[in-house]
């Protein structure tokens, strides 16, 4: 992950491919669970995704407080400077 652009645009993409959110409906300010209709069983398969894509551990509790695309980008981001 380069910035905060391609993190941005890789979620997008798995947010299209893997939960059939229509790419419309994603922005920063988007509420995974209110606007995306996400559950929690798709939040773990969300951080097992990027999990895989960053090569990077991601602890439940880090993502807790994740609510909005913005945060996810956040939380990635975080990681990815670890």
Same mark, same amino acid.
């Given at each position: 992950?380069?910035?905060?652009?391609?993190?941005?645009?890789?979620?997008?993409?798995?947010?299209?491919?893997?939960? +059939? @959110?229509?790419?419309?409906? /994603?922005?920063?300010?988007?509420?995974?669970?209110?606007?995306?209709?996400? =559950?929690?069983? %798709? $939040?773990?398969?969300?951080?097992?995704?990027?999990? +895989? @894509?960053?090569?990077?551990? /991601?602890?439940?509790?880090?993502?807790?407080?994740?609510?909005?695309?913005? =945060?996810?980008? %956040? $939380?990635?981001?975080?990681?990815?400077?670890?």
């Amino acid at each position: 992950m380069k910035d905060r652009n391609e993190i941005y645009q890789m979620l997008s993409e798995i947010l299209v491919t893997m939960f +059939e @959110i229509d790419e419309a409906d /994603i922005s920063l300010d988007a509420h995974l669970y209110n606007d995306m209709d996400l =559950d929690s069983i %798709d $939040a773990v398969d969300l951080v097992v995704k990027l999990r +895989e @894509i960053t090569g990077k551990k /991601i602890e439940p509790e880090d993502f807790k407080q994740v609510r909005t695309v913005k =945060d996810v980008v %956040d $939380a990635v981001e975080k990681l990815a400077v670890n």
